[in-house]
């Protein structure tokens, strides 16, 4: 059903995690984690999903002691270069002083904090951007203040997001940097469709739309049915984006034919969160609808439960077809929290989780 590859990480100041799972043009993976003694790793599989090596690329060594690990980036390229963001501590501050430092409950506890930036256990964050060009590492910038949750190389830019912010900068001019928003809602990640459109969710929970090389992101109609947006896949199968926001997944898209925006809740779950989703392309005979199959991972308490259904491109594009109907594939005590979700032509789906002992690990499915 499934296969668990130990990333045999080391946990510093809170348990390791996988922060970002990127596969790269030459089929390998770079994986990000917070939190671990070696952030970043570079991993191989074999056709079958066996390991055939894996290597810390150590970007410890690029920082001192204050370095805590990786927020989000990695994106594979067509050139093999790409972007990430580091996370630091910062100084406790006047009220740090007086105050123990505490420790996250869980996940979901961590990641608010860290996208309202908060610093709710004993220091403030910081955070850098890192470039790896022709397998090199450059520090783009370095211990800026506050928290960078995203970073995505993108044609001649680099795209950044913060709790509530999103900017855009010149590759070639890190000083150059455009505020796109600086009143956004909790989005985990950068949210874009293939042909460049980003969505993100907006003050008072209105969805945003931003194109590669729009001066605003500029809010629309549509309200998220629930907050933080964590994860999102673009289907270009049928037209959607597919995000999970709460304890919701939901599609938005901009209609092909009459160019309105649209929203679709899908569904809402009531036990468990929706961590993450991921969309593949399913091959169809000539001249049937491009179809595509859409997974999602549902973190329970002590479970996860992986859900699925199939998308048809409809015949005319105008219209609004019925939220499309869930199954459960599985119900696993083995796989904990189960996110990064992407899909692979040799693997199949892939993505990180915890086992039960806590261990981060990879998955193939």
């Known amino acids: 059903m499934f296969k668990l590859i130990n990333l045999n990480v080391k946990s510093t100041i809170f348990p390791a995690e996988v922060s970002t799972l990127q596969e790269q ?4 993976y770079f994986v990000g984690l917070l939190f671990a003694e070696k952030s970043l790793l570079k991993l191989s599989l074999d056709d079958q999903g066996n390991l055939k090596d894996m290597t810390s ?3 410890e060594s690029e920082f001192d002691a204050d370095y805590l690990g990786i927020t989000g980036g990695l994106r594979g390229t067509s050139t093999g270069d790409t ?4 996370l630091h501590k910062g100084s406790a501050g006047l009220m740090g002083l007086f105050k123990k ?10 990641w608010e904090d860290l996208s309202i930036g908060k610093g709710s256990y004993g220091f403030s ?13 450059k520090l783009r910038r370095v211990k ?3 928290v960078l949750l995203d970073v995505a190389h993108i044609g001649d830019f680099i795209f950044g997001l913060s709790g509530n912010t999103v900017f855009r900068e010149p590759y070639l001019n ?9 009143d956004l809602e909790t989005n985990y990640r950068l949210h874009k469709v293939e042909d460049g459109l980003f969505w993100l969710a907006g003050d008072q929970s209105r969805m945003m739309k931003l194109g590669l090389m729009d001066n605003k992101a500029l809010p629309t109609t549509k309200k998220l049915p629930d907050l933080p947006m964590r994860a999102s896949s673009d289907s270009a199968a049928d037209g959607w984006l597919y995000a999970v926001a709460g304890k919701s997944l939901f599609r938005v898209r901009v209609n092909t034919e009459n160019k309105l925006d649209e929203l679709q809740l899908v569904k809402t779950f009531e036990s468990g969160v929706p961590l993450s989703v991921t969309c593949t392309e399913l091959e169809v005979g000539e001249g049937e609808p491009r179809k595509a199959k859409i997974w999602v991972s549902v973190a329970q308490e002590r479970s996860t439960q992986l859900y699925s259904f199939e998308t048809t491109r409809p015949e005319d594009m105008e219209d609004l077809p019925p939220a499309p109907e869930l199954k459960k594939e599985w119900d696993s005590g083995d796989v904990l929290r189960l996110s990064n979700l992407s899909y692979s032509k040799k693997h199949g789906l892939v993505g ?6 806590g261990e981060a690990h990879l998955f193939l499915g």
């Open 83 to 86: 972007a990430f963001a580091t």
């Open 144 to 146: 800026e203040p506050g």
């Open 25 to 28: 043009k030459d089929g390998s």
């Open 125 to 137: 964050y910081k955070h850098s951007i890192v470039q790896i060009v022709d397998g090199a590492f």
């Open 57 to 59: 690329l150590d970007i």
């Open 101 to 110: 430092a505490g420790t996250p409950k869980n996940q979901d506890e961590l």
């Open 352 to 357: 990180s989780c915890f086992n039960t002992s």
């Open 174 to 182: 890190s000083e150059k940097r455009y505020f796109l928003r600086e």
